[in-house]
């Protein structure tokens, strides 16, 4: 999980002049739970991982990361949509960050997350139940 991090968030964290090939990982490690994350399968492969994680408000969405020859044909949609359709059954609002100008951040649009507020490096958003 922590490789597939690095070269996922490499080229964005490139591109923000912020990647560091010890950091990139040991953020994952330190942020790890178990309990809340699981593990994408694709064709009987490791394909990726996310991990929803309970808030004081909510859920949050974190370590969503997927194989990037996997990226593209719906997988990230497909799991995405099976976790909201938990968080709307108990009425949870979702909150998540992605970064600066991320492609990842047009998944989350079309999947009802809105701008709450952002930083120079991240893209603070936050999905209502429903």
């Not at 709307?88 to 100008?101: E, F, P, S, W, Y």
Request: charged fraction near 30%; hydrophobic fraction near 40%.
């Amino acid at each position: 999980m922590v490789e597939l991090r690095a070269r996922v968030m490499r080229p964005d964290l490139e591109r923000l002049g912020r990647f560091d090939e010890h950091r990139v990982r040991q953020r994952l490690r330190d942020a790890f739970a178990p309990g809340h994350t699981s593990v994408v399968v694709a064709d009987g492969s490791f394909a990726g991982c996310v991990a929803l994680r309970p808030a004081e408000d909510g859920q949050w969405l974190e370590h969503f990361y997927l194989d990037p020859a996997l990226q593209g044909r719906g997988l990230g949609s497909a799991v995405l949509r099976g976790l909201l359709d938990r968080t709307d059954a108990d009425g949870d609002l979702v909150r998540l960050n992605v970064l600066q100008g991320s492609a990842a951040q047009r998944l989350y649009e079309r999947h009802g997350f809105r701008v709450e507020h952002e930083d120079p490096v991240d893209v603070f958003m936050v999905r209502r139940p429903g």
